[in-house]
T-cell receptor, first 113, second 115 residues
Framework: AQSVTQLGSHVSVSEGALVLLRCNYS??????LFWYVQYPNQGLQLLLK??????LVKGINGFEAEFKKSETSFHLTKPSAHMSDAAEYFC???????????FGTGTRLQVTL | EAGVAQSPRYKIIEKRQSVAFWCNPI?????LYWYQQILGQGPKLLIQ????????DSQLPKDRFSAERLKGVDSTLKIQPAKLEDSAVYLC?????????????FGPGTRLTVL
């Protein structure tokens, strides 16, 4: 069965510091991979997606993620954190039934001054 | 372009009562999803529609949950009777089609509290 693991339920960084949110997937078939962001009391917003084209994917708000098949990883990064990046981030994968997503448990990003 | 609309945004009920949630997807999106997001967890798919047909409802507790999308546009999700463990945010999402590469677009969710 497909699963998505997000290491670290809470991550805290200083404003201007590098953001690194980790995501690993388990699947014998290379999946389509997604990162979503959820602000308080809002739905999920798509940040970026990997669909077997370029392994380095650029998304909105300065985020990017790199697909590494050898490590079964799809970590999310941003060079310089901003206070407005504070939110919950979810990694999701799709390998099976058409468009059915499996989500990780989420990582809450805190940005401090 | 208007996003996915959901109502109500918040609902508080007592256990054993019934409740219904409504979703209006993005115009032209054939695929509609209902997710349950329990506090501290990622969303879990309850049911997936393609137009007005069910594609996947394997994780829907059918003894108490039901959903319909009669005209292939709006959808309603019902819980009857509600249990304490149904307290969660219910998210509706839509996508253009079933293709795996399609991103899903989420509504703001309905926060249900069962007392």
């Amino acid at each position: 069965a497909q699963s998505v693991t997000q290491l670290g339920s809470h991550v805290s960084v200083s404003e201007g510091a590098l953001v690194l949110l980790r995501c690993n997937y388990s699947s014998s078939v290379p999946p389509y991979l997604f990162w979503y962001v959820q602000y308080p009391n809002q739905g999920l917003q798509l940040l970026l997606k990997y669909t077997s084209a370029a392994t380095l994917v650029k998304g909105i708000n300065g985020f990017e993620a790199e697909f590494k098949k050898s490590e079964t990883s799809f970590h999310l990064t941003k060079p310089s954190a901003h206070m407005s990046d504070a939110a919950e981030y979810f990694c999701a994968a799709n390998t099976g039934t058409a468009s059915k997503l499996t989500f990780g448990t989420g990582t809450r990003l805190q940005v401090t001054l | 372009e208007a996003g996915v609309a959901q109502s109500p945004r918040y609902k508080i009920i007592e256990k054993r009562q019934s409740v219904a949630f409504w979703c209006n997807p993005i115009s032209g999106h054939a695929t509609l999803y209902w997710y349950q997001q329990i506090l501290g967890q990622g969303p879990k798919l309850l049911i997936q529609f393609q137009n007005n047909g069910v594609v996947d409802d394997s994780q829907l507790p059918k003894d108490r949950f039901s959903a319909e999308r009669l005209k292939g546009v709006d959808s309603t999700l019902k819980i009857q009777p509600a249990k304490l463990e149904d307290s969660a945010v219910y998210l509706c999402a839509s996508s253009l089609d079933l293709a795996k590469a399609m991103g899903q677009y989420f509504g703001p969710g309905t926060r249900l509290t069962v007392l």
